[in-house]
């Protein structure tokens, strides 16, 4: 299967780099062609960089949104023709910083990240809050973890993009566990209590239940 990242920094790179480790192909792109193009390289045949975001939905199952929040509208509006009813995987944090480094919400405390990405996407488009719960190190550290495999947590409203978004994880190399829909998407982020968690699925249920 093929998937689009848009957005080749720190976490989107990440994220390349364990899908492809996975057997996804991969179609990458990103302002920042250099890091794109580079990233590609190091991945190999699994990757090609694309021209632009739009080109990057050329054939692709689903796409991840690698992308700070403060850009999502804007690439969600480039590329919504392409979308369809395709899965779209959304790791981004509700953050800003300021210049003197000072990190907030841009969002009011209790709105919903998932709930406001969910109004940007065209109609057909399937939503999954999913890739952003871990740190880039802690992700990268955590996949394919054995005996027990570690949990990465997500959210959806949509049953199909539930089943497409754990295929993902899997081929990521961690186990999914829903948590609830994409209103619940602050308890991911940073500052939420399922986020930099990891832990193993019986242990990842019982905070869902508990909860
Ligand atoms: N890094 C982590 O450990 C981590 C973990 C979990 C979740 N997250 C969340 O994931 C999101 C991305 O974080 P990050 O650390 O990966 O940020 P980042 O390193 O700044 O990467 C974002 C990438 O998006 C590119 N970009 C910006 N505008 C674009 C556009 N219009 N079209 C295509 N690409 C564009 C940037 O290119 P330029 O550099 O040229 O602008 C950059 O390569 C944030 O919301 C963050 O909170 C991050």
Redesign the pocket.
């Known amino acids: 299967m093929t998937t689009a990242i848009?957005?080749?920094?720190?976490?989107?790179s990440?994220i390349a780099h364990q899908l492809a480790s996975g057997g996804e192909t991969l179609r990458l792109?990103?302002?920042?062609k250099e890091?794109a193009r580079g990233l590609a390289a190091q991945i190999g045949r699994a990757a090609v960089v694309a021209v632009d975001?739009r080109d990057a939905m050329q054939g692709a199952d689903a796409v991840v949104l690698?992308?700070?929040?403060s850009?999502l509208k804007?690439?969600i509006d480039e590329i919504a023709g392409s979308l369809g009813d395709k899965l779209v995987v959304v790791?981004?944090?509700p953050?800003t910083t300021d210049a003197e480094g000072h990190v907030s919400r841009v969002l009011p405390r209790g709105q919903s990240s998932g709930r406001v990405l969910a109004e940007w996407l065209p109609a057909g488009a399937r939503l999954a809050m999913a890739f952003?719960?871990?740190?880039?190190?802690l992700?990268a550290s955590s996949s394919n973890r054995s005996p027990e495999p570690a949990v990465l947590f997500y959210a959806t409203d949509d049953d199909r993009a539930g089943e497409q978004v754990e295929r993902l994880i899997r081929t990521a190399g961690f186990e999914p566990v829903k948590i609830g829909g994409v209103e619940q998407s602050d308890r991911l982020e940073?500052g939420g209590d399922l986020h930099d968690l990891v832990v193993g699925p019986a242990q990842a249920r019982s905070l869902i239940a508990t909860t």
């Open positions: 848009i957005g080749t920094g720190g976490i989107g990440a792109s990103s302002a920042d890091s975001n690698a992308l700070r929040f850009v804007g690439v790791p981004s944090n953050l952003g719960t871990l740190s880039r190190d992700f940073v």
